[in-house]
């Protein structure tokens, strides 16, 4: 088995090369497994609902994602399963939730750079989305989301077949993120650290503006600055960067995630 290094570079925006694909699967998979018990730490776990999905760097329209019915603070590298175009698992042992396959399998052939997609049914994400609204830019974390985020309100129940899958993805377009009208949230990234990460932070800007708007009518930060502090924020450098110190926290406190 190839070990890659659990210790991020001294430069946190200095991201990872491989000499080897081998190498850089076992890298994306160990951050697909610790952002899984990062978001379990945050309280994103409900129930059998949520997943998050890596693209496997070799078989690029295959993806490894977790086993239906494992609780995301027991994942580790070894639990993660590889599905195929057609759903099947080729590699490690479990099922593949169908709404996972019905919702990444078309957000990864519509989009071939996005490496990672993160989706679960967090409270104040869903609370959100029950508003059928886009975020707004009032403080200065939202404004990472500043018109690169989009509304899907074609909700249709349990996304169980591809072709609302496919919708999902149209309504994304080019975008990081994605409000899932009356279900919940959802981000992509050119990493597993990059998608983990827009998620947290968009679920902290849903809580934001709900608790916000629970108490009066918040200031709107102005076009230019909103739209030059997405450039700044809203980087996939940024995003990529913000999972850092998340992953060398869980690493150093739940090392088996890595077996």
């Not at 379990?40 to 993806?63: K, S, Y």
């Not at 609204?133 to 129940?157: K, N």
Request: hydrophobic residues 40%.
């Amino acid at each position: 088995m190839v070990q890659a290094s659990p210790i991020r570079p001294s430069n946190p925006f200095q991201q990872p090369t491989f000499v080897s694909i081998e190498a850089e699967r076992r890298h994306r998979k160990e951050r697909l497994a610790a952002a899984f018990r990062v978001f379990a730490r945050l309280g994103f776990a409900q129930g059998l609902a949520g997943h998050i999905t890596a693209r496997d760097p070799e078989l690029t329209d295959h993806f490894w994602v977790n086993p239906f019915g494992l609780h995301f603070s027991r994942i580790r590298v070894s639990n993660l399963i590889l599905v195929n175009r057609d759903g099947e698992v080729i590699q490690g042992e479990g099922k593949v939730s169908q709404a996972a396959f019905a919702i990444h399998s078309q957000i990864h052939e519509a989009r071939p750079d996005v490496i990672a997609a993160a989706h679960a049914h967090s409270f104040y994400g869903k609370t959100w989305s029950s508003l059928g609204r886009l975020l707004e830019p009032i403080t200065q974390d939202s404004c990472a989301f500043y018109q690169d985020h989009a509304l899907f309100d074609d909700y249709q129940g349990v996304v169980l077949e591809t072709s609302e899958g496919k919708r999902i993805a149209e309504a994304l377009g080019d975008r990081k993120a994605i409000i899932l009208r009356n279900h919940g949230i959802l981000t992509v990234g050119h990493s597993v650290d990059e998608a983990a990460w827009w998620y947290i932070r968009l679920e902290d800007t849903c809580k934001a503006q709900l608790l916000a708007e629970a108490v009066g009518k918040p200031v709107i930060i102005n076009h230019d600055i909103a739209l030059n502090l997405q450039q700044h924020a809203g980087t996939h450098k940024a995003g990529w960067g913000g999972f850092q110190y998340l992953w060398d926290e869980i690493t150093h406190d739940q090392p088996d995630l890595l077996d």
